[in-house]
């Protein structure tokens, strides 16, 4: 499966972005989906994701209640919805695809088999 991240853009504290996912060659609905970030100097981490199947999502701690993963299989896509945007959210985001089916969604960059090629959201103060 081939991925495509967009929706990255500058925006104020407090702003909202929806980042897509295109998925292109298989169902993405076949896969586990996660989004993880990667700021300057720092390594990547784990956003959201949602499971293979039975749609059960997790989330970073400091963005739970502002960021919402969905996938919408008609279009064979998926979405982080970023509300209530902050200077610390500054990063490229990285969407990815899992093919194993896990007990829990996978939150480690190494269980992901497939990764698009990253979108900037830069968030001013």
């Known amino acids: 499966v081939q991925l495509q991240a967009s929706g990255g853009g500058l925006v104020q504290a407090g702003d909202s972005l929806r980042l897509s996912c295109a998925a292109s060659?298989?169902?993405?609905?076949?896969?586990?989906l996660g989004w993880f970030r990667q700021a300057p100097g720092k390594e990547r981490e784990f956003v959201a994701g949602?499971?293979?199947?039975?749609?059960?999502?997790k989330y970073l701690e400091s963005v739970k209640g502002r960021f919402t993963i969905s996938r919408d299989i008609r279009k064979n896509s998926g979405y982080l919805q970023m509300n209530s945007l902050k200077p610390e959210d500054t990063a490229v985001y990285y969407c990815?695809?899992?093919?194993?089916?896990?007990?829990?969604?996978?939150?480690?960059?190494?269980?992901?088999?497939?990764w698009g090629q990253g979108t900037l959201v830069t968030v001013s103060s």
């Open positions: 990815a695809a899992d093919y194993r089916t896990r007990p829990t969604v996978g939150s480690d960059p190494a269980q992901y088999e497939y």
């Open positions: 060659g298989r169902a993405l609905s076949n896969f586990a």
């Open positions: 949602i499971s293979r199947f039975q749609g059960n999502t």
